[in-house]
């Protein structure tokens, strides 16, 4: 659901240096959005965690409060290390709903954009995708649609995972979560990344291709600095995406290879029937794009704090140069399974770690 994205982020730093409820407070803002706060907290028995607190203007509507609890529901339904785990659910005092969430080391994906120039490597952004298309493949085994695939909810960690956050626009088949209503007319989403199905505001015609457009988009913008459609206001960017189909990659960005065009035109096609069946067969193509490219990925794997008994080395951290990125290895590299059978110990270990606080009020 669009929202108006212009926050106050002074607004969201006022809960700073502040106690959110008698168990949580508030040490840091760490980014603010159109619906929430993301802050660094600190619980009164020391631990530490990401809390994410809706903006109290949109926990007064009723809808828009439930989609933002049910993101816990829908995230842990995800046995993927690479969706990121709910922990907890509380209330402020103010009476503003909040959820517990590991607290990652890293970046958004929009935040690495605006770092660097607007745009990334072809490699590192297979590397990405190849990583989301994995979580959304265990996703959509479980039907679970996220619809609001973005640069802003990629975040990229320091030792090269790429995590999906807030499903809480996810559309699940389960009897439960799918009892709340979303009506026809009502786009779901966020405008520049929006399949054109999405986009007219009819959910019925949503499924497991609208994700791969999204994530075709991304990519797109991240190899291209710039939104498949651009218009001077939001709804003439929404009527562009409803009528017109997305620019061939091949005529964005002259140069790029082949095999790399082909996957994110065929992932941007306006019917749908033309996309990818599904984000596994996704995958497979952009792991093939890759090897196209000529890179080799180190046969080492990166693997992070807590991942083994030798803790004397640093992590590895991502790197601007034209070497294979962290993501590329873990997307691409042999030890893919390990790297991502090792980061899902350790998402367990800390979910251990932090259930031993118990819940909010025990």
Do not use: C
Request: charged content about 25%; overall charge negative.
């Amino acid at each position: 659901m669009e929202l108006d994205a212009a926050i106050d982020p002074q607004k969201a730093a006022e809960r700073v240096g502040r106690p959110l409820n008698g168990h949580w407070s508030i040490d840091r803002l760490i980014d603010v959005g159109a619906t929430a706060g993301v802050y660094e907290g600190r619980h009164r028995d020391g631990r530490r965690a990401a809390l994410k607190v809706l903006h109290t203007s949109v926990a007064a509507v009723p809808e828009l409060r439930r989609r933002f609890l049910r993101e816990a529901y829908v995230a842990n339904k995800i046995d993927h290390p690479g969706a990121l785990a709910i922990l907890d659910d509380g209330l402020a005092t103010d009476g503003a709903p909040f959820l517990v969430m590991e607290l990652l080391e890293g970046e958004s994906l929009s935040r690495r954009l605006a770092k660097v120039g607007g745009k990334i490597p072809y490699g590192e952004a297979l590397g990405i995708a190849g990583q989301v298309l994995d979580v959304l493949d265990m996703a959509h085994a479980n039907g679970i649609l996220h619809r609001d695939i973005k640069p802003g909810n990629l975040f990229l960690t320091t030792v090269g995972h790429a995590k999906v956050l807030d499903f809480g626009l996810a559309r699940i088949r389960d009897g439960i979560v799918s009892s709340i209503p979303t009506l026809s007319g009502i786009v779901i989403g966020t405008v520049g990344y929006l399949a054109p199905e999405q986009a007219r505001g009819t959910p019925e015609e949503v499924d497991v291709r609208s994700d791969l457009f999204s994530v075709g988009a991304v990519m797109f913008r991240a190899m291209v600095g710039r939104p498949t459609h651009e218009a001077s206001t939001q709804l003439e960017t929404l009527m562009a995406s409803m009528k017109d189909p997305a620019p061939s990659l091949a005529v964005a960005l002259p140069g790029v290879p082949e095999a790399v065009v082909n996957v994110i035109d065929r992932a941007l096609a306006f019917d749908k029937r033309d996309r990818w069946r599904s984000a596994r067969e996704m995958q497979v193509a952009i792991r093939s794009a890759y090897a196209s490219l000529g890179r080799r990925p180190s046969m080492h794997v990166p693997m992070g704090p807590g991942a083994g008994a030798d803790t004397t080395e640093p992590p590895p951290t991502l790197r601007e140069d034209d070497a294979a990125s962290l993501f590329e290895q873990i997307a691409f590299g042999e030890g893919h399974d390990e790297a991502v059978g090792r980061e899902r110990r350790r998402t367990r270990e800390v979910l251990d770690a932090m259930g031993k606080g118990g819940r909010e009020d025990e």
